[in-house]
C-alpha cells in the first residue's frame, strides 16, 4: 500500500513527473484505492494502471504486462513459519504469474532466506535470469554474477554502504546474518535447531525392551498443518525420560482424524492428548462428541512466542536430546527412503529448519509439552504428600505479624 501511495503521489503532485508525462492524469476518483490505481486511458477494463498486493493475497484482475516481485520471501515465511513456504511459491506460479500476459515482463527482487525457498528455487530455473549482487570476503567491492555478463565487480557505495559501514553492521548482527542478508548465503547445516537428534534414534533397539506397557502415554497432534500428525510419547513415570513409540500422519478430512485419534486412543490409553491451539482443540473436542467418544482428554496448547523460547520452545528439545532425555527405539535399520511416521520425523528433525516442513517436528513438541505438564502436576502432588496441610504452621499461630508487601504476605 505504500508502494501505491507514493506512485499516486508522483503522478499528482511531482513537478519532475507532470513534466515529462503530462498526458498521465488520475482517472475518476473512486478509482484510486489503497490497493490500485487507474489513470485516464482508452482502455474499460477493470485491472488497475498499478496495482499492489502482498504475496499470499489472492490478486484481482485477470492480466498485467509487468509483473513485479518485492521481496516476496522474508523471515516469518521461510524461517518462523517454513509452512509457509510452499504457499508462497504456490501463490507466486499459480496465482502471480498466470496473470502475467504472453509478452509480459516478470522482475524478481529479493534476498535469499533459506536453500529452499521460493527465491532459492528461481535461481535454478533456467526461465530465469538472474544478476546476484553480494559484498566480497575482503569488503572491498561487490562481486556481481550475472546471466549475461559473467562475473565482475563494482567498488563499493561509499557514500552509503562503504567498507567500514558494512564492517559496523556485521559487528551489530554477527556473521551469519550479516552472510545472508549481504552475501546471499542461504541458511545451512551450521543453523540446524537440532543438531543433536541423530543420538536419540536407535536402530538396534526394540520399543519392548525399553517401554514398559503400563507406562503412561500422552499424543501429540498438529491437526491442520500440511499433514496430520498424531505423536504418541511414552514416558518413565520416575524419570520423565521419553520414548516415541507411534507417529501417525497422512491428509486426513476432520472425520479421519477423529477417527485415527479414537484408534490411538484405545491402544494406548493417553492420560491427555495435547492439540495445537484453542480453536483446533474446541473443533476437535465437538468433532469427537459427535462420535461419542468425549471421554478423550483433550486439552489446548497455544503456539506463540514460546516457540522460538530456548527454556520451553523448539529449541529447549535440542537440550533434551543432548542430554538423553529421549530414546527412540527403531526396532531395525530403515531403508534411507523410508516415509514411516519415524524415519519423516528424524528427517525433519536432523534438517530442521531447512528442510521442507511435515509437521511431525511440532507434533512431537506439543507430545514433550504434555509429558512436562504431567511431570509439574506428580511434582505438586509429591510436595503435597510429603507436606501435609496440617504439619503447615502459619504465622498468625506463631504469633508474628504477617507484612504486606503490594498484594502479597
Given at each position: 500500500?505504500?508502494?501505491?501511495s507514493?506512485i499516486s ?6 513537478k519532475?513527473?507532470k513534466?515529462l ?7 475518476k476518483l ?5 490497493h490500485?490505481?487507474i489513470v485516464e486511458?482508452?482502455?474499460?477494463s477493470?485491472?488497475g494502471?498499478?496495482e499492489?498486493w502482498?504475496?499470499n493475497?489472492s490478486?484481482?484482475?485477470s492480466?498485467?504486462?509487468i509483473?513485479?516481485?518485492?521481496d516476496?520471501?522474508?523471515l516469518?515465511?521461510?524461517i518462523?513459519?517454513?509452512a509457509l513456504?510452499?504457499?508462497?511459491k504456490d ?11 504472453p509478452e509480459?515482463?516478470?522482475?524478481y ?5 533459506h536453500?529452499?525457498d521460493?527465491t532459492?528455487?528461481?535461481l535454478?530455473?533456467?526461465e530465469?535470469?538472474?544478476l546476484v549482487m553480494?559484498?566480497a570476503?575482503?569488503?572491498e ?7 549475461f555478463?559473467g562475473k565482475?565487480k563494482i ?5 552509503y554502504?562503504?567498507?567500514?559501514a558494512?564492517l559496523?553492521r556485521l559487528?551489530?548482527?554477527g556473521?551469519r546474518?550479516?552472510n545472508r542478508?549481504f552475501?546471499?548465503?542461504?541458511l545451512?547445516?551450521e543453523?540446524k535447531t537440532?543438531p543433536?537428534?541423530e543420538v536419540i534414534f536407535?536402530?538396534?533397539?526394540k520399543?519392548?525392551d525399553?517401554v514398559?506397557?503400563?507406562?503412561p502415554?500422552?499424543?501429540g ?7 496430520v500428525?498424531?505423536?504418541t510419547?511414552a514416558y518413565n513415570?520416575?524419570?520423565f525420560?521419553?520414548y516415541?513409540?507411534?507417529?501417525v500422519?497422512g ?8 477417527n ?6 484405545d491402544k494406548h490409553?493417553h492420560?491427555?492428548i ?5 480453536a483446533?482443540q474446541?473443533?476437535?473436542v465437538?468433532?469427537?462428541k459427535?462420535k461419542g467418544?468425549?471421554d478423550?482428554?483433550i486439552?489446548p496448547?497455544?503456539t506463540?512466542?514460546q ?7 523448539l529449541p529447549?528439545?535440542?537440550?533434551e536430546?543432548a542430554?538423553?532425555a529421549?530414546?527412540?527405539a ?8 523410508c516415509q ?17 516442513a511435515?509437521?511431525?517436528v511440532m507434533?512431537s513438541?506439543?507430545a514433550?509439552?504434555?509429558v512436562r505438564?504431567?511431570a ?5 502432588v509429591?510436595?503435597?504428600a510429603?507436606?501435609p496441610?496440617?504439619d ?10 504477617p507484612?504486606?508487601i503490594g498484594?502479597h504476605y
Open positions: 500500500m505504500s508502494r501505491v507514493s503521489r508522483y503522478i499528482s503532485e511531482d519532475d513527473y513534466k508525462y503530462p498526458g498521465v492524469v488520475p482517472a473512486g478509482d484510486w484505492t489503497k490500485k490505481l486511458r482508452d482502455s474499460k477493470k485491472d494502471s498499478v499492489a502482498g504475496v493475497t490478486g484481482t484482475g492480466r498485467c504486462d509483473l513485479l516481485f518485492d516476496p520471501v522474508d516469518r515465511n521461510a518462523l513459519n517454513p513456504r510452499e504457499q508462497v501463490s507466486i506460479k499459480n496465482v502471480w504469474l498466470s496473470r502475467l500476459s509480459g515482463l516478470a522482475v527482487i529479493a534476498t535469499i532466506w536453500n529452499d521460493a532459492s528455487e528461481l535454478v530455473n533456467p530465469w535470469k538472474f553480494k559484498v570476503e575482503d569488503f567491492s561487490i562481486e556481481c554474477d550475472s546471466a555478463k565482475y567498488p563499493l557505495w561509499e557514500s554502504w562503504n567498507k567500514k558494512l559496523s559487528a551489530v548482527i556473521k546474518a550479516f542478508g552475501r546471499q548465503q542461504a545451512t547445516d543453523d537440532f543433536s537428534s536407535k536402530e538396534d533397539i520399543v519392548t525399553v514398559q506397557p503400563n507406562w502415554k500422552v499424543m497432534i498438529d491437526p491442520f498443518g500440511q499433514q500428525v498424531l505423536h510419547l513415570p520416575y524419570n525420560k521419553r516415541p513409540i507411534d507417529i500422519r491428509k486426513f478430512d476432520p472425520s479421519r482424524t477423529v485415527e485419534m479414537i484408534r490411538l486412543f490409553s492420560q491427555i495435547v492439540c495445537e491451539n484453542n483446533a474446541e473443533a476437535i465437538q468433532w469427537a459427535e467418544r468425549a478423550m482428554p486439552i496448547f497455544t506463540g512466542r516457540k522460538a523460547d530456548p527454556a520451553l520452545g529447549s528439545l535440542e537440550v536430546f542430554n538423553g529421549w530414546l527412540v527403531m526396532g531395525h535399520k530403515h531403508d534411507s527412503d514411516c511416521g519415524f524415519c519423516v520425523w528424524r528427517n525433519e528433525l536432523f534438517n530442521h529448519p531447512l528442510a521442507k511435515a509437521d511431525t507434533a513438541w506439543f514433550r509439552e504434555g505438564f504431567l509439574e502436576k506428580a511434582r505438586i509429591a510436595e503435597e510429603a507436606n496441610v496440617d503447615i504452621v502459619t504465622a498468625e499461630e506463631l504469633g508474628v505479624e507484612v504486606t498484594d
